[in-house]
Each structure stands twice: as C-alpha cells, then as structure tokens.
C-alpha cells in the first residue's frame, strides 16, 4: 500500500504544506523513505470547520448507527492486512508479533465500544417524574444524560503506535460518545498513521458519516499540536505520553479563553511492594517476574514497574541475590525513539552520579541505533524521603530497589509517594490482612491498585482504570483504557418539565431503546 504523506481532511487528502519530515527506523538509524507534509494553519482551520459541522449531525447519531460506524472502522484496520504491520516494525522497531497484538487490541477495544452504544445504558438515564401536588412547593419533571462535549484533539502516542494512537483509546471513546475527531500523528510513526487514519476516513465515507468526523493531522514539532489545543472548536484533548508534553498542553487548555479539560496520562513509577513472609516462601519467583515486567517491551510502557520496596528481614539476602542473576540475566532493546533513549541514559546518569544509589546489575547489551541496556539501582528509604527524584519515572528498562527496615518505614515510603498510575502488594493472606493500613494508604495514591501480580499489561474492559492522582494524570476521576473513558468527552444534560415529543429517546416514558435507567430513585428497564 503505497503511503502518501499527506492530512486526511474529512473525506479529502490535502498536502497544502511545503515543509516535510522522515521517519527513522529506531533499528538502523536510516530515514525511511515517504516525505511526510507538515499541516498547516490553514489545513488545521479546515479539519477543525468541518469537524464542528459534523458535530451538529454526528452528536444526533443513534447508539446503532455510531456502533457500526466502530466496528466498520475496526473492519477497516483488519483489512490493511501484512501493509500495516510492515511499516509499524519498520518506524518502531517493535517486533511483529508485538504489533499483531496491538493490533487486536485496537479493534478489539472499537467493538467494545460499539457493544456497549448498542446496549445504550451507558448514557446513565436519570428520571425524576412530577408530583404537582407536592407541599409545600410542587416537584417538576426532571430527566438526565450524558451527551457529547464537541470536537475532540487526540494526541498519538509514541509507546502504542496502534492501541494509543490514531484509532486507539481517546479515539474510540471520542466517538463513541459523538465527538468528532481530529488527531495529531505521533512523528515517529507517520506511515501507521496515515494508513490507520485512512482506514477511518473510509470507515467514515461507508457508514455514511457526517464529512469531519475525523481528521488526521501531521507535524514533526510543537506547532501544530499546540495550535490544535488552542482553537476554540476543539472542547477536549486526550493525550498519552510524558510529563513535560501533557503539562503543556493543560496549560495552553487552561489558558485558553474557554478553558477545556485535557486527559493527560503522564506515566508512573508503578511502586511494588513485597511483604515479608511472600519474600521469604516466593522471592526467587517474584524476582523473575518483576525482572521480565520491568524489561517488558524495553520497558516502555506506562505500567513499568520503576520500583521496588522490600523489608530487610529473614529472606531479604537471598531475594537480593535473585533480583541481580535475573537482572543479568534479561537483554536490552531497540527503543522507539532516539528522544526516548537520550532521555532513559539521561535518567541513569543521575543515577549513577547520586551518592545515595548503588548499581547492582546490568543486562545485557544489544546492538541497535536506539538500543539501551536493562539497570537495576538500590538505594534505601531515607534517601527516597530525602530525594524525591529517586521516585520519579525514568522510561526504560530500569528500576530502584529501595531498602525498607520496618513496616513502618514501608509505610512511610507509601505515604510519602506522588500520584501514580498503579502500586502492586506482595504478600501471604495473613500478611495482607496485617498491612491493611498500607492498602488504606495506596488507594489515595494510585488508580489500580494490585494483588500479587505485575501492573504490564492493562486489561480493556468495563471496569478498567487507567489513570491516577497527579502527576501519573491531569484528572484522577478518568481513565483512558476501558469504557468509562467515554465520560472524558460527555457532560450532564437535565431536561425540566420537556413534552415527550422533545425528549430524547434515552428519557421517553415508553423508553424505546430498553435501557436501564435510574427512575425516581431506582434502576429499572420499564
């Protein structure tokens, strides 16, 4: 499938820009070779008109009809066949069975949200019927739903190249809740980009869909990303990646003369505790798999888990001793990025210049233009209080063990944490009832919080939350996996003493669509 590098506009291609840009195969270090447009102003202006034109007939759309309009999208992908993979590995370096996977979560998460349009209960239906009679002031007809924001900016990320991008999460979610979408391509994968966002376009023009619906911007820098946020047709952002870019962009949004929210997930060090009765019967083992989590992907996911808490206690020698041989024993990677690696060095470098941290293992090397080495650091729990850095993300195939002397001090690490994505517990049945004031201490801390297991790998479902307190995100009460991600890109709309000719479905007494929906004060499908 030959790429084109141009903006999908709606249902048209337009290359109006005279600057262009490359991607870089991450394996070899070599651009490849299709020349990617920058959009421009006036590109942007286009997407945006025409994406506020299609919110006015999009957002009318029924539950059925946007429902297929995603399961036409994901039929759309599929259908791209070995091309999309292809050229994935190639502006990745991800392998091609990684990419395959990604790929089935994509579509997988669009027909989720299309199941849950054709149940239709989402829209959380609040009906209060009048008591004109009431005393001492009559009760009026009251009737709730969610409905759509606007047009929506999504920023592709750099780690998920299909699941987070184009057609990924903030995408699905967007238009499932009857937003138009414009996307800004992540510049290291321009070419899974376009191929992904014309499989939309098409998707769009089959289903019939409003023309702008959707759009596809590129850009190599800041301005048009930051142009895309600050114009005033665009009511929400999502966006994925690292601190310093979702702080811009909620600054650009709070400043705006209409302020509107951006759903920034930033990262996490993704804390793992290890109670000491499980590091004592189970420690080999959990050192295996926190060594094969941490170096998942090249550690390049936002559930990496950054660091380790461990008790000094009966146990802890050898368990110290486990985590080195498996550390030495993991490779290193290609990372998606030269930007990425620079940054993960950069991190280590502190690291090793800081007094308070001890290296005590490295895995092995792999060559690459962007390959890293996998690094386990120890340091011990004054130092973390002492140095809050030593907490903070580094993007990579890395982790801090960090030395506990007491339950106490466990706790004091765990009180003293920032907000993060997710924090995992180690421990026996009897120790997890012992350390529920930890469990108390964590739920403030994070948006999933684990039993005996690994935060790598983020299940999408209903129940799902991927999100957490600041600085892991902008907004604690969202996640951006799962369907309530639809909230981020709907508000409340209360209906007062509307004829039932005007209501909309969702709240119609004879309710059409047969969805639960909370009637004085209980749920019910009558």
């Known amino acids: 499938m030959k790429l084109e590098g141009k903006q999908v506009i709606g249902s048209s291609i337009s290359a109006e820009g005279e600057s262009t840009f490359q991607a870089l195969n991450p394996t070899t270090g070599k651009k490849l070779p299709t020349q990617y447009h920058k959009a421009t102003k006036a590109e942007l202006e286009l997407a945006a008109q025409k994406a506020q034109a299609a919110f006015k007939i999009y957002r009318k759309k029924s539950g059925l009809e946007k429902a297929s309009f995603l399961d036409k999208i994901a039929e759309e992908i599929e259908?791209?066949?070995?091309?999309?993979?292809?050229?994935?590995?190639?502006?990745?370096?991800?392998?091609?069975?990684?990419?395959?996977?990604?790929?089935?979560?994509?579509?997988?998460?669009?027909?989720?949200?299309?199941?849950?349009?054709?149940?239709?209960?989402?829209?959380?239906?609040?009906?209060e019927t009048a008591i004109p009679d009431r005393q001492p002031l009559p009760k009026v007809d009251l009737r709730l739903i969610q409905q759509a924001l606007g047009p929506v900016g999504v920023f592709g990320a750099s780690n998920f190249p299909l699941a987070f991008s184009v057609a990924g999460g903030d995408t699905a979610s967007a238009l499932a809740a009857g937003c138009p979408v414009i996307v800004k391509a992540h510049s290291a994968h321009p070419g899974t980009s376009e191929l992904v966002g014309k499989a939309i376009q098409q998707a769009a023009i089959k289903s019939q869909m409003p023309d702008g619906v959707f759009s596809l911007l590129h850009g190599s820098g800041t301005e048009i990303g930051a142009a895309l946020v600050q114009h005033p047709y665009i009511k929400a952002v999502g966006f994925t990646g690292s601190y310093q870019g979702g702080m811009a962009l909620f600054q650009l949004a709070a400043n705006r003369p209409e302020p509107i929210p951006v759903y920034a997930e930033m990262g996490s060090t993704n804390p793992v505790f290890i109670l000491p009765?499980?590091?004592?019967?189970?420690?080999?083992?959990?050192?295996?798999?926190?060594?094969?989590?941490?170096?998942?992907?090249?550690?390049?996911?936002?559930?990496?888990?950054?660091?380790?808490i461990a008790n000094k206690t009966e146990g802890y020698a050898s368990f110290l001793t486990d985590l080195e041989t498996q550390f030495k024993n993991v490779a290193g990677g290609v990372m998606l990025t030269n930007g990425?690696?620079?940054?993960?060095?950069?991190?280590?470098?502190?690291?090793?210049?800081?007094?308070?941290?001890?290296?005590?293992?490295?895995?092995?090397?792999?060559?690459?233009?962007?390959?890293?080495?996998?690094?386990?650091?120890?340091?011990?729990?004054?130092?973390?209080?002492?140095?809050?850095?030593?907490?903070e993300e580094?993007?990579?195939?890395?982790?801090?063990?960090?030395?506990?002397?007491?339950?106490?001090?466990?706790?004091r690490i765990a009180e003293n944490l920032e907000g993060h994505l997710t924090a995992t517990?180690?421990?026996?049945?009897?120790?997890?009832?012992?350390?529920?004031?930890?469990?108390?201490?964590?739920?403030?801390?994070?948006?999933?919080?684990?039993?005996?297991?690994f935060p790598t790998g983020v299940e999408v479902c209903h129940a799902m939350m991927h999100g957490g307190p600041f600085p892991a995100s902008t907004d604690s009460r969202s996640t951006s996996v799962g369907t309530n991600a639809i909230y981020r890109f709907t508000r409340p709309v209360s209906y007062q003493n509307f004829p039932e000719n005007l209501l909309p479905d969702e709240l119609k007494d004879a309710n059409p669509l047969q969805i639960w929906r909370l009637v004085n004060g209980e749920f019910q499908k009558a």
Not at 90 to 100: D, F, H, N, S, Y
């Open 340 to 391: 990425i690696q620079k940054a993960y060095n950069q991190g280590i470098s502190k690291h090793l210049e800081n007094d308070s941290v001890t290296l005590i293992a490295k895995g092995h090397e792999v060559t690459g233009f962007t390959s890293v080495q996998p690094i386990l650091f120890k340091t011990d729990a004054q130092a973390i209080a002492e140095d809050h850095t030593l907490s």
């Open 277 to 308: 009765q499980i590091m004592k019967e189970k420690g080999a083992a959990i050192a295996q798999q926190f060594a094969a989590s941490v170096t998942m992907g090249v550690g390049q996911f936002c559930t990496n888990p950054g660091m380790i």
């Open 79 to 127: 259908n791209i066949g070995d091309d999309l993979i292809q050229i994935a590995t190639a502006e990745t370096g991800l392998p091609a069975g990684r990419v395959q996977g990604e790929r089935g979560r994509t579509t997988g998460q669009l027909r989720l949200f299309a199941q849950l349009l054709r149940d239709g209960s989402w829209v959380n239906a609040r009906i």
């Open 425 to 453: 517990i180690h421990g026996t049945p009897e120790e997890l009832a012992e350390y529920t004031d930890l469990i108390d201490v964590l739920e403030q801390k994070v948006g999933r919080l684990l039993i005996n297991g």
């Open 394 to 411: 580094i993007f990579g195939p890395t982790s801090v063990l960090v030395e506990a002397d007491s339950k106490e001090e466990m706790l």
